[in-house]
């Protein structure tokens, strides 16, 4: 057993496009479908299914809080076209490409998604950050983030590589779906009580006083339903911290199928967990958000 802890709308229209095709070795999904934009509870999540029966995949991108990035899962007929959810390029638009899909520090990154088979999951695309941004000191830190719609606008497929085969989905331009999320994901934060005017002048984010200490405890519980039949999951927690630093309540979102997964992850957290609260410019404390990501593997 292995678990590891990481501290981490607009109208699409439909493309008439033949749903695949092929072109200098590239295999091209097109969209069979509108996007799908699902304002949850606790998550926000743009979904699209693409190809044909015989190839249909689903991608999706999703957020649990304002960010500059996103987790993104695909599953389907593009990964048997692949041949496997291992060693996988992944390239959004022209940003660099990434690999996934292998043993890393961040654990496993496939997972079975239900009546699509095996799925390949991943956070955000690499962005292009100027050099001049990167070393300057004169560029304010910033705790509550949204996605970049100007990136978005340069992102019009994704690609997905290995060895010599390479499967792109034809997404469109992103832009109206990354302004889509950013507004999805205020909404959210609202919706759960936080002031989204005033954590967004927050120049530090809430800070854990013990993770390792509750890791422990974590490390010791493996739901006795889900190991014996070797089942995965990849929860992320949402833990929100009032400005007194107390953990007023968690919120387990569950990005993969965890059917045999209880709430001991969360339950955990509010009771041991212990933070330093996130400040303002004029170190007033503020009611805020802390994210950690829990993924249990059975080998």
């Given at each position: 057993m292995v678990f590891r802890l990481i501290s981490a709308s607009a109208a699409v229209t439909l493309s008439f496009a033949s749903p695949v095709y092929a072109q200098e070795g590239v295999v091209t999904l097109e969209p069979n479908?509108?996007?799908?934009?699902?304002?949850?509870?606790?998550?926000?999540?743009?979904?699209?299914?693409?190809?044909?029966?015989?190839?249909k995949t689903i991608f999706y991108i999703e957020q649990t809080s304002p960010s500059?990035?996103?987790?993104?899962?695909?599953?389907?007929?593009?990964?048997?076209?692949?041949?496997?959810?291992?060693?996988i390029g992944v390239s959004f638009g022209t940003f660099p490409e990434q690999k996934f899909g292998r043993s890393d520090s961040y654990g496993r990154s496939s997972y079975d998604f239900g009546e699509f088979g095996n799925a390949l999951t991943g956070i955000g695309y690499k962005p292009l950050i100027p050099n001049d941004e990167q070393n300057s000191s004169d560029v304010p830190l910033r705790t509550f983030m949204s996605l970049d719609a100007m990136a978005?606008?340069?992102?019009?497929?994704?690609?997905?590589?290995?060895?010599?085969?390479?499967?792109?989905?034809?997404?469109?331009?992103?832009?109206?779906?990354?302004?889509?999320?950013?507004?999805?994901?205020k909404d959210l934060y609202a919706f759960w009580g936080i002031d989204v005017e005033k954590l967004g002048n927050a120049v530090q984010g809430p800070r854990s006083r013990n993770m390792e200490r509750v890791a422990q405890r974590l490390l010791q519980h493996y739901p006795k339903a889900a190991e014996q039949r070797g089942e995965d999951a990849i929860m992320n927690l949402k833990i929100i911290v009032g400005a007194d630093g107390k953990v007023e309540r968690c919120i387990a979102i569950h990005q993969t199928k965890a059917e045999n997964f209880d709430n001991f992850a969360c339950e955990t957290m509010e009771k041991y967990a212990e933070f330093d609260p996130a400040v303002d410019a004029k170190g007033k404390p503020v009611r805020s958000v802390a994210s950690q990501t829990v993924r249990y593997h059975t080998d």
């Open positions: 479908g509108n996007w799908n934009l699902d304002f949850g509870e606790y998550r926000c999540r743009l979904a699209r299914l693409f190809g044909t029966e015989e190839d500059n990035t996103f987790t993104w899962l695909v599953a389907g007929g593009l990964i048997e076209r692949l041949g496997s959810a291992r060693n978005g606008e340069k992102i019009d497929h994704v690609s997905f590589s290995r060895r010599d085969r390479t499967v792109r989905l034809a997404t469109g331009n992103m832009k109206a779906a990354f302004e889509a999320l950013n507004t999805c994901t």
